[in-house]
């Protein structure tokens, strides 16, 4: 019974050294008597036992490695504390098994290296700016670094830039000077803006105001010539009223009258008002005073005259 039990473990064994199955996005290097024979994709194979033997692994997938923080200096002598992920994968199974023992770790060494030469070649402020352009020189060195050993690097994106304590107090103080001196540009733009619209405003108001006022004079000058043309035209329809009345039978006799009437009438006011009165030498002969104003009468014009 402890034969055929030993056997059976030996039997499993042997199957487990003559069939691999190879899983998908893998490939593994197939080595005979110690020496490479050929890579084996994704499938089921059998092996010689004890012969054949698979001594690598490697995985096709896209992995990310995480770059340790590192103390790195800037061009203007800061110190500043760096890390971030790297991203790569195996895109020749053959060299990244050869070409080196541990592509990992020679990688993330490598990443240290590249990322402290790129920060040294800029300026802090730069530094905090420019990361696009520092992932892709980083990316682009380590490219050519791993192409030896079967490695494609695919990006690099730093995750942390920290600078001292004393550096990131000053960039604070930059920082709200900075806000404080755009907030005063805003408001002496507005300050500005507003006072061009005041004045602006203020012209339009003067000259809506002028505009009014010309408006003014002219109507109140038209209105009155109007007035004045008005009572002319009335005047002389008057006028040329009293004329044809005149002309007719009993009309001189008629203004005579009137004219007399009109006359007593302002005397007799004068008289009635005034305490002292002046009266001409020429009303004590009040018969003279009705042949001058009958003379009066008799100049005015007829019609047909």
């Known amino acids: 019974m402890e034969y055929v039990t030993l056997i059976f473990i030996v039997l499993i064994y042997i199957v ?61 002598n800061v110190s500043v504390e760096v890390d971030g992920i790297l991203y790569m994968k195996v895109i020749d199974s053959e060299r990244a098994s050869y070409g080196i023992d541990d592509y990992l770790t020679a990688t993330t060494q490598l990443a ?71 907030a005063e540009i805003t408001l002496s733009q507005g300050e500005k803006e507003s006072l061009i619209n005041r004045s602006m405003g203020e012209r339009q108001e003067s000259i809506n105001i002028s505009e009014g006022e010309k408006i003014r004079l002219v109507n109140e000058a038209e209105g009155r010539a109007s007035e004045i043309e008005l009572i002319s035209t009335a005047t002389a329809k008057g006028l040329q009223m009293i004329s044809d009345a005149i002309s007719k039978k009993g009309g001189k006799e008629a203004v005579s009258l009137q004219i007399t009437q009109e006359y007593l009438d302002a005397l007799g006011t004068i008289l009635k008002t005034s305490k002292t009165t002046v009266v001409p030498e020429s009303l004590a002969n009040i018969g003279g005073v009705f042949e001058g104003l009958s003379r009066i009468t008799a100049k005015i014009p007829t019609v047909g005259e």
């Open 16 to 76: 487990r050294k003559t069939i691999v199955i190879v899983p998908e996005q893998s490939e593994y290097i197939l080595e005979r008597v110690g020496t490479f024979k050929a890579i084996l994709k994704p499938g089921f194979f059998f092996l010689i036992p004890f012969i054949d033997q698979v001594r690598y692994r490697q995985s096709l997938k896209e992995s990310a490695l995480d770059i340790p923080p590192q103390a790195c200096i800037t061009k203007d």
């Open 112 to 182: 240290q290296t590249t990322l402290r030469s790129e920060i040294g070649k800029l300026i802090l402020d730069n530094l905090l700016s420019e990361r696009d352009e520092i992932n892709a020189n980083v990316v682009a060195n380590l490219d050519r670094a791993t192409d030896p050993w079967g490695i494609k690097v695919t990006r690099y994106e730093i995750r942390n830039i920290t600078p001292p304590k004393q550096i990131l107090h000053e960039m604070e103080n930059q920082m709200r000077a900075e806000r404080e001196r755009r």
